[in-house]
């Protein structure tokens, strides 16, 4: 399923630079990780007490960093620090808090429609959840398409900047939403499904 998520290897390589940097000033993984919590929590708490054009603007770079920064903690505990517990926990529960923290206070943007917001982030909550239950079955962790964290980032970013420059909220954003839920159904679906196919030979 064609996902932003396959951009990453290209992405990593040229962000492998960077997390030598990091790794050479003893910057661990899981400092990397909560410095993208707290990035994504600040944007979205300024988007909340201030619900302008101008701070809907901060989302799209705020957005490519946190993507960057995910990027280099996975880079940096696989390829410099040993992986840990602790980490794999900052890492699904700082995703799933940034991805709130971001998304949330679009309900509070003059003709947002509630609802289709809501419904998108409990939906990527279920997601990123049917991706960690493969893991308990014995499979690996799932990052099936079409509506991965990446590709969340992006439609958010793509909203952000279009409602920051102007753009009236109305039938286009409803419909975004909603075809995003619908698209986040199928990523549930297709997570599931390549977890049980994967252990399949093992049942």
Request: charge should be positive; aromatic fraction near 6%; proline fraction near 7%.
């Amino acid at each position: 399923m064609i996902s932003v998520y396959s951009l990453k290897p290209a992405f990593q390589n040229l962000l492998r630079p960077v997390a030598r940097w990091l790794y050479s000033r003893g910057v661990s993984a899981n400092q990397v990780t909560l410095a993208a919590l707290w990035l994504a929590v600040a944007t979205g708490g300024a988007v909340a007490l201030w619900p302008t054009p101008l701070t809907l603007l901060l989302l799209p770079p705020v957005l490519f960093v946190r993507m960057a920064l995910n990027a280099l903690d996975g880079m940096l505990a696989r390829e410099f620090w040993a992986p840990t517990p602790m980490g794999a926990m900052l890492n699904e529960l700082g995703d799933v808090l940034a991805d709130t923290a971001m998304v949330l206070p679009l309900t509070l943007i003059p003709g947002v429609p509630v609802t289709p917001v809501v419904s998108l982030v409990l939906l990527a909550l279920l997601s990123e959840f049917c991706g960690v239950v493969a893991v308990q079955i014995g499979a690996s962790r799932r990052y099936d398409g079409p509506m991965g964290k990446s590709d969340r980032a992006v439609l958010l970013g793509s909203i952000a900047l279009l409602l920051g420059c102007g753009v009236p909220a109305g039938f286009w954003l409803a419909t975004a939403l909603i075809v995003a839920s619908g698209l986040l159904v199928l990523t549930c679906f297709n997570r599931l499904r390549a977890a049980l196919r994967e252990i399949k030979p093992c049942l």
